[in-house]
């Protein structure tokens, strides 16, 4: 009898072990996302670096966590990037088309450039496909016209690992890329295109470092 009893206990120790080995688990992988870097938590533009004259013609504005890219009268060019550098991760956002001709990208790591909107030399959307500086755009993202709206929130993700390139649009790979300007480090920039009269706005911007 008393084996029986120090048999079960055993076994009750093993099981509360195991719940709170599960419940541990648990805990790390929230903690985890929680890690994940909220680029409008504020409500402001702290964790950028704004480009000067932004007080003057509000280039980039956040409102109820929404960031309201608007082209000027002079329509100058302008990105906003983050203060923090990073080498490998993952942005995950999403973004609405406002009104105009809307030429918008996030650029990653330095000019190499992930298109959301109508590319300007093409002059036809590019979204989710690369632009590199020197090459034009190399490789054009796969079901892009299936999948994104013209009125509605489009949901994005960027994977950036080391050279490689791979975006996700409403939870559908359209693209992976290599490419061959791609450097270690850098910061996130977000553009608003010179020589347009544009308006698009972001919301729910994520980074993960990887």
Known sequence: ??????????????????????LSLYSLCYADKNLSLNLLQNNDLSKFIVPK??????WYVVETGVLKLRSSPN??????????????????FEFRF???????GIE?????????????SLKRDMTGSPYIPGLGYP????GVDKLLSIKDWNQ?????????YRVNLAGNEILDYHSPRAIPKGPIGIQLH???????????FFVDKL
């Not at 004259?53 to 509000?58: A, E, L, V």
């Not at 990653?108 to 300007?120: A, K, V």
């Open 139 to 142: 490789k054009l993202a796969k």
């Open 53 to 58: 004259g932004n007080d003057q013609y509000s």
């Open 1 to 22: 009898m008393e084996l029986c009893k120090h048999n079960f206990s055993l076994l009750r120790i093993t099981h509360l072990g195991f719940c709170a080995l599960l």
């Open 194 to 204: 010179g020589n347009r009269d544009m308006k698009i706005d972001f919301r729910r």
């Open 108 to 120: 990653l790591r330095n000019n190499d450039q992930i298109q959301i909107g109508i590319s300007g």
């Open 75 to 92: 329509r100058k060019h302008s990105v906003l990037k983050t203060k923090e550098v990073f080498s490998n991760f993952r942005c995950s």
């Open 156 to 164: 994005m993700t960027i994977i950036c690992e080391g050279p490689r």
């Open 98 to 104: 406002v009104e105009g001709n809307i030429d918008s």
